[in-house]
Nanobody
Framework: QVQLVESGGGLVQAGGSLRLSCAAS????????MGWFHQAPGKEREFVAA????????RYADSVKGRFTVSRDNAKNTVYLQMDSLKPEDTAVYYC?????????????????WGHGTQVTVSS
């Protein structure tokens, strides 16, 4: 079983950048397709980005295409989410998740392990 711990959240002005990290332990990281989701107050958890086991393929929600970049370092058991040109509507708790059944899923139910989340707040 893998444990996931997110970090890097915080308060930033609109137009700014943040880099989230998600460190994995307790499992073979390279076996997991990884994803990022976010959840704003009163809303359901939504897909943000996903990355394949090797890191060679990525997938993004339309709302973040061209602004966010997902990457992973399998030697460090870590997945990243670089967030640029942030908007107030990006404000949410951001979660990383690991899937054992492949990669690229946009539904949260397809992911087997979750971190506890990190808060991102974008001020206008």
């Amino acid at each position: 079983q893998v444990q996931l711990v997110e970090s890097g959240g915080g308060l930033v002005q609109a137009g700014g950048s943040l880099r989230l990290s998600c460190a994995a332990s307790g499992g073979r990281f390279i076996r997991y397709g990884m994803g990022w989701f976010h959840q704003a107050p009163g809303k359901e958890r939504e897909f943000v980005a996903a990355i394949s086991l090797s890191g060679g393929d990525t997938r993004y929600a339309d709302s973040v295409k061209g602004r966010f970049t997902v990457s992973r370092d399998n030697a460090k058991n870590t997945v990243y989410l670089q967030m640029d040109s942030l908007k107030p509507e990006d404000t949410a708790v951001y979660y990383c998740a690991a899937a054992t059944g492949g990669w690229g899923a946009t539904a949260s139910k397809e992911y087997d392990y979750w971190g506890h989340g990190t808060q991102v707040t974008v001020s206008s």
